[in-house]
């Protein structure tokens, strides 16, 4: 499956953007689904994921409350709408899909095999 991150930009903290990502095939209830974002000098991170079994939706402490993932089944596309924007919000984006993770493993970069080529989000203080 392929995948395309769109949506990023520059922002003044406190604002709000709307991440796509669209894919090439039939995901949602086959794939687990994620975004995942990286800042200069950090590791990837985990953002937000629908889980493959359930569709339930799954957040990092850090933009739970803020951050809402969604999905279009008809257009296999994913969102991720991000409000309350802060400057450490800062990084590149991406979205991801695994076939085979359980659960326990969502947040885990590693499990996921397929990704999007990214999706520069800059917020400005």
């Known amino acids: 499956v392929q995948l395309q991150a769109s949506g990023g930009g520059l922002v003044q903290a406190g604002g709000s953007l709307r991440l796509s990502c669209a894919a090439s095939a039939r995901i949602f209830g086959r794939y687990t689904v994620g975004w995942f974002r990286q800042s200069p000098g950090k590791e990837r991170e985990f953002v937000a994921g629908?889980?493959?079994?359930?569709?339930?939706?799954y957040y990092a402490d850090s933009v739970k409350d803020r951050f809402t993932i969604s999905r279009d089944n008809a257009k296999n596309t994913v969102y991720l709408q991000m409000n309350s924007l802060k400057p450490e919000d800062t990084a590149v984006y991406y979205c991801a899909a695994a076939y085979g993770v359980i659960l326990s493993q969502i947040r885990i970069r590693q499990q996921y095999e397929y990704w999007g080529q990214g999706t520069q989000v800059t917020v400005s203080s």
């Open positions: 629908f889980f493959r079994n359930t569709g339930h939706t």
